[in-house]
DNA sequence: TGTCTCTATGTCATATCCGACATATACTTC
DNA sequence: GAAGTATATGTCGGATATGACATAGAGACA
């Protein structure tokens, strides 16, 4: 995947809509990225809705704080397993992820 | 995971609808594997629609024969990451990822 | 039968991801 | 300012996934 910059693009208030198309990512790179942005945010939003902390919620997923928060800030060193787990683990159901997959939430403008 | 034993499970003939309920895995468990099994059976599916061999498909994702068949065959030894790269590289869009979620291929009956 | 193509399975060295821990930053409340 | 809570960041040893390779089975076609 390469991406060692994307964290800190995506710390420096990038949401989605297109991660890769400007780094020199191939199109498969870019789309599992944004997919990966996508339920990251789907995620934070899980565990903040049932008022869970990253410690709840690491606790749940037999992970670390640490491990949670480097997900939700998009750390490249997290993978997909670890993000669906963390996003079942916050309560979410599969509908729910279904549905997060649909909304690319608000590109840039 | 643990799951060694689920790759002869699916190949003695498991489609989906609940494989781990009946194993020893807990529901966040659970709901990974059947998530797993739904997009493994997307790729399949993706893959022989555009014509494809294993070995085009690895080439395109550059990865290898192998690591194909044992995705389609549910090797627990797969993470989500290739499952979804596969789907992704053999054609599919999100909006097709986003269907296959939702479809939970005819449970056994 | 021989050969081609496609798919499955086993093994292995290496790359990647993991939880854990330490530590830092930020924001409360006292 | 001290103490408490939540989140972020860096590092590390060990665990797991990776591509590559060898090989085997199954079907088609001659």
Redesign the interface.
């Known amino acids: 995947m390469s991406t060692a910059k994307l964290k800190r693009l995506h710390a420096a208030g990038w949401k989605t809509g297109g991660v890769g198309e400007f780094l020199g990512l191939s ?2 790179e870019t ?2 990225v ?2 990966k942005l996508s339920l990251v945010d789907a995620v934070r939003q899980s565990r903040q809705k049932r008022g869970l902390s990253q410690i709840d919620l690491a606790q749940r ?1 037999g992970s670390s704080q640490s491990r949670v928060a480097k997900l939700e800030t998009g750390d490249p060193s997290v ?3 670890l993000i ?2 963390a996003f ?2 916050s309560g979410g159901t ?1 509908q729910e ?2 549905r997060a ?2 909304g690319k939430s608000k590109v840039a403008a």
Chains 1, 2 share one sequence.
Do not use: N, P
Request: charged share 30%; aromatic share 6%.
């Open positions: 199109d498969e789309m599992l944004d997919l997923m993978s997909l397993d669906v787990r079942f683990a599969r992820l279904q997959l649909g």
